[in-house]
């Protein structure tokens, strides 16, 4: 969808808005995020960049309630560990017959503890906070064709805060319709202190802000469709770059088990405009539709069995001109909740 990712409550969370991991663990007490993949990251660049990310998330729900039995203000907690990898390829050095003598594969890393806290009393509020390690091991090439490593590290931490607001929500309802909004920002940002030649350079501040509106129209207790719109604006300043991404997504969805996505972020002062697509399949809209036709007892049953546990699988692309630096870049995930 662009991109536009900080107002969804799924088990990404913890990578786009920490607040976002407490509202989903609200109703999920475990998530999994397996070694998620962009293949051909930057394609019209390089062919052998790639990027990678897992993430593992735990919560309680409800961690307590307070007031009124009929209608109680519930609490979750969680917390979040993630990874990423971006990887350049692979740079080899000759030596004097022409072999190659060694190989570096130069790559940034990062890990990130991730805490969400969330309530809900038919408004769902959350807040979160990420810390994150940042190493980046590089070469430097030298005279006569030589490298020599160069590695830096850094700490960074942001803090994020999402509300959903529920309309129309009840048992007699087939309509609901839940606007959302977002803001992340960039809490402590220091410098990468580079080992080697490199100089020491700023991590970039960066600040999200989102609105989103998903309506999901349902029959006894069942999807049947869904649309989300979703729109953000990034802004990224530093030393060395001040930019402002605007993106847009949208996703229709079918039974709650078949989505299509699609989006795109234009990005000043360079001016690109990319645009991505995608699709989802999500084992839970299975599940729900296979026991309401077993019958009312079995479609019960699976609607308690089915709320949760999860799993899905996601694909998308980016497109674009052939000069742009992301088109052709794919990602698949493969992610697992209950």
């Known amino acids: 969808m662009g991109g536009a990712a900080i107002t969804l409550a799924d088990e990404d969370a913890a990578f786009n808005n920490p607040a976002a991991l407490g509202i989903f663990h609200l109703n999920r007490t475990f998530s999994l995020t397996s070694p998620t993949l962009y293949n051909g990251w930057l394609p019209s660049q390089a062919g052998d960049i790639s990027m990678q990310y897992f993430a593992l998330g735990v919560g309680k729900y409800p961690f307590f309630t307070l007031g009124d039995e009929s209608n109680p203000l519930k609490v979750s907690v969680a917390v979040a560990y993630t990874r990423m990898r971006l990887g350049y390829g692979g740079f080899g050095t000759l030596n004097s017959p022409g072999t190659i003598s060694s190989v570096r594969s130069p790559h940034d890393r990062a890990h990130s503890l991730n805490f969400g806290f969330a309530i809900e009393r038919g408004v769902r509020i959350g807040f979160g906070f990420s810390a994150q390690f940042v190493k980046s091991s590089l070469v430097e090439l030298l005279p006569g064709s030589g490298m020599s490593p160069g590695s830096s590290q850094g700490f960074t931490s942001k803090i994020g805060f999402m509300v959903e607001l529920p309309l129309f ?9 839940t606007p959302v909004v977002a803001h992340v920002r960039t809490l402590i ?5 580079f080992v080697s030649a490199f100089v020491a350079e700023p991590i970039v501040q960066i600040r999200k802000s989102a609105v989103g509106l998903l309506v999901v129209h349902q029959s006894r207790g069942r999807q049947h469709y869904s649309l989300r ?19 847009f997504g949208a996703e229709a969805g079918l039974y709650n088990m078949i989505f299509v996505r699609m989006g795109k972020f234009k990005d000043s002062p360079v001016d690109r405009n990319i645009a991505t697509y ?61």
């Open 169 to 177: 929500r009840s048992p007699h309802s087939s309509w609901d319709i």
């Open 189 to 193: 940002n220091g410098d990468m202190n």
């Open 229 to 247: 719109l979703v729109y953000e604006r990034e802004s990224a300043g530093g030393e060395i770059r001040d930019t402002h991404l605007n993106r």
């Open 278 to 338: 995608g699709f989802g399949i999500r084992l839970r809209g299975f599940l729900d539709l296979l026991a309401g036709s077993l019958g009312p007892e079995s479609a019960e049953s699976s609607k308690s069995f089915g709320d949760k546990l999860d799993v899905r699988i996601d694909f998308s692309r980016y497109t674009g001109n052939l000069i742009e630096t992301l088109s052709g870049t794919n990602f698949l995930r493969l992610t697992a909740s209950f």
